[in-house]
């Protein structure tokens, strides 16, 4: 059998050389016209004037509005929804219980609604007009033009992030572990902290940084909740928007140099940790099995003889 032929199968195709080394291009040239060229041209029109006009767009009183915003946005809805997701995933993954399939399918469902609906429901029930909008303002509660209903979209259009990384990995593992540490005594949160948590550490990471991510570039459900107030409740994207609407650019592609500097350093930290992820699993694999152990049974010797 021929090298080439043994390659072939040993990477699971029959197929030649050049059909690998096509996909191969065609990924790259997408990758390169579709990621690469559009950060590329995003940096380049932010530095066109020079590095002062960069820096100046930055230190604008609304642009430090926007990033304070957005990273409070951020830092109130990740957590909720890293409790949310872990919350969902042992739910899902370790019991039994009418409606189980109901709970999957809605955790699923920022997926599949628009962003821009999700903020218009939030606009249905605490707007000004909404189901809830007389007793908030009657109260002088304000979600919707504010911060919480900020947050609150935020997290609607992010909380699928965690669950959707954790249930599959949970499902997989099983609860075999679990089960004998409860048997020797363990209670329900030493078997959480001491069991469940080192086996899905890795899955939980990466949800963060996805979740993350997607919290400080959302734009469609903010956008509609926000009403565009300069200075207030404009985030990232928002400042952006606004910028480019008003022809000020160089602005415009410097603050959103900003986001395209937080996906590049997401990327990096994801691939960083599946690279450790990896590395585990490798070590953990090229350790020998231990031997088992075989208790040893004392010899009985008639008295006065030594075994």
Request: proline share 6%; with cysteine.
């Amino acid at each position: 059998m021929s090298q080439a032929r043994v390659s072939r199968i040993q990477s699971g195709t029959t197929e030649a050389a050049w059909v690998k080394w096509t996909l191969i291009g065609i990924a790259l040239v997408f990758m390169f016209l579709f990621l690469v060229l559009p950060l590329a041209a995003v940096f380049t029109e932010a530095l066109r004037k020079g590095v002062g006009p960069f820096v100046e767009a930055l230190k604008e009183p609304d642009a430090w509005s926007a990033i304070r915003l957005t990273l409070i946005t951020a830092a109130i809805a990740v957590p909720l929804n890293l409790v949310f997701g872990v919350s969902a995933a042992w739910a899902i993954a370790k019991f039994e219980f009418p409606g189980k399939s109901f709970l999957t399918t809605l955790v699923d469902l920022p997926f599949s609604v628009s962003p821009v609906v999700a903020g218009l429901i939030y606009v249905l029930m605490f707007g000004a007009q909404g189901w809830f909008g007389p007793w908030l303002a009657a109260h002088d509660i304000k979600i919707i033009f504010a911060v919480p209903g900020i947050v609150l979209a935020t997290v609607f259009v992010t909380f699928p992030f965690v669950a959707r990384e954790l249930i599959p990995l949970m499902q997989a593992q099983g609860s075999d572990e679990e089960q004998a540490a409860i048997v020797l005594g363990a209670s329900g949160w030493q078997t959480f902290w001491l069991v469940t948590l080192p086996k899905i550490k890795w899955g939980l990471i990466y949800g963060v940084i996805l979740c993350n991510a997607r919290a400080m570039g959302e734009f469609g459900a903010v956008s509609v909740v926000s009403g565009h107030i300069r200075g207030q409740t404009n985030t990232i994207p928002l400042h952006v928007e606004i910028l480019y609407n008003e022809y000020q650019s160089v602005a415009a592609f410097a603050v959103a140099s900003l986001l395209a500097l937080l996906a590049l350093v997401t990327l990096v930290i994801k691939s960083v940790v599946e690279w450790r992820h990896a590395q585990e699993m490798r070590d953990a694999e090229a350790q020998p099995p231990e031997a088992p152990h075989t208790p040893v049974t004392p010899v009985s010797t008639p008295a006065g003889q030594t075994s």
